[in-house]
């Protein structure tokens, strides 16, 4: 199974008169997610599921990259690690899972794939890592195969 976490990108800021539910991406923002999405639609395994926060920042992520997705309350904003292991069904579930989502969490798994710990690991805005599990001798392993940042691409 391949999980893929892409944290949205660029944002407008939130605050009283802005729910945090309805930040949209900014202009900078929607160029991270084209650029992302371009790169996205080249490596995604044809077997995948999208799932998306119910965030509208999420969702205008979501969209550059022209497939379809599910919304997912369990990888929404406040989610936990275990909320997106849950969601993604790791590592049972077949193909690839795409969740696109928020900090902490997202870096809270990362962490925890990688280092068998949960920590508030980075993950930058419009930002993607790309993990795989496999098994070698019996032994489960995750692998790091993709850290990717849209100023790369």
């Known amino acids: 199974m391949d999980l893929i976490l892409w944290r949205h990108a660029e944002a407008e800021e939130g ?4 729910p ?5 991406l900014t202009a900078r923002g929607e160029k991270q997610a084209q650029k992302m999405a371009k790169w996205l639609r080249e490596h995604l395994p044809r077997k995948h599921r999208i799932l998306v926060s119910p965030a509208e920042r999420t969702q205008q992520t979501a969209h550059a990259l022209e497939l379809p997705y599910e919304i997912e309350r369990k990888v929404g904003v ?5 909320d997106l292991l849950a969601a993604a069904d790791w590592p049972e579930q077949s193909g690839a899972i795409l969740i696109i989502g928020h900090q902490p969490a997202l870096g809270q798994l990362a962490a925890l794939l990688l280092s068998g ?7 930058k805005k419009g930002g993607l890592w ?9 032994q489960a392993q995750t692998v790091l195969r993709v850290v990717l940042n849209p100023d790369f691409l």
């Open 20 to 24: 945090d539910q309805k930040r949209r």
């Open 130 to 138: 790309w993990f795989s599990s496999r098994v070698r001798e019996s």
């Open 117 to 123: 710990v949960e920590a508030d690991w980075p993950v």
């Open 15 to 18: 605050g009283p008169e802005l």
């Open 78 to 82: 406040g989610a936990t690690a275990a």
